[in-house]
């Protein structure tokens, strides 16, 4: 599939949605946004490396959380105009839903720059229904 | 990754979240569920048809949307009795959140058999920010 698949588009931040406990609940294309980013923005960078990991996804790691979401929003938004391919993850789940991301996302567009989704796992519908 | 999980569990329904216009939006598990399960239960099995052609999968499909639910969801529920493994998609999105699954769903619970979502893209989160 992916040899007819288009290339990440330049100064994009991709908002990844990530696995809720089942690192089998991710998409293709968080996979491949995964794989293909410039550098991956992550909640907690060691559990984001553990996960890259265990799909044989080797990307650089940049840290962002609530304590440096103000600086590292800096940083993400110079990266993203100077054509960067930015990946963002929480440590589960889908970036601004109950996570950081709103500062950054709002940062982005801002600016004038594309900011995308990649759907995947939310706590807000991934419940278990026989919990329920 | 598919030789060390566990198959699936006999007597299961599972609810798949199928992909919103964007095909590679699709977990891992999905693909899964789609390939291992006994039969599809699907809102439009021609659409579902397409989606699992896409990705190499070949499962019997039933049809399972508004106006054949009640019955549809005895049969399915006899099916599960039995100890199938039942997948039930829509045309996009989750089961249950803004289409067809709610009656099967409840049926199922009610009669003490297993039900498990495959959590992906669902038409509450999947907005792009850009357009908003």
Do not use: W
């Not at 996570?99 to 278990?128: I, Q, W």
Request: aromatic share 4%; hydrophobic share 40%.
């Amino acid at each position: 599939m992916d040899a007819t698949l288009p290339p990440l588009t330049p100064g994009t931040l991709y908002l990844v949605a990530t696995p809720i406990g089942n690192l089998e609940d991710i998409t293709l294309r968080a996979l491949r946004v995964l794989r293909e980013c410039d550098i991956v923005a992550a909640e907690d960078t060691r559990h984001s490396g553990q996960l890259l990991k265990h799909f044989g996804i080797s990307r650089p790691l940049l840290s962002y959380f609530q304590f440096n979401e103000a600086k590292r929003s800096e940083e993400i938004i110079e990266r993203l105009k100077r054509g960067e391919k930015v990946a963002l993850v929480t440590d589960a789940g889908s970036p601004g839903i109950s996570d950081p991301g709103e500062r950054v996302v709002k940062a982005a567009l801002a600016a004038g720059l594309r900011v995308e989704t990649v759907p995947g796992s939310c706590a807000l519908v991934a419940e278990r229904p026989a919990d329920g």
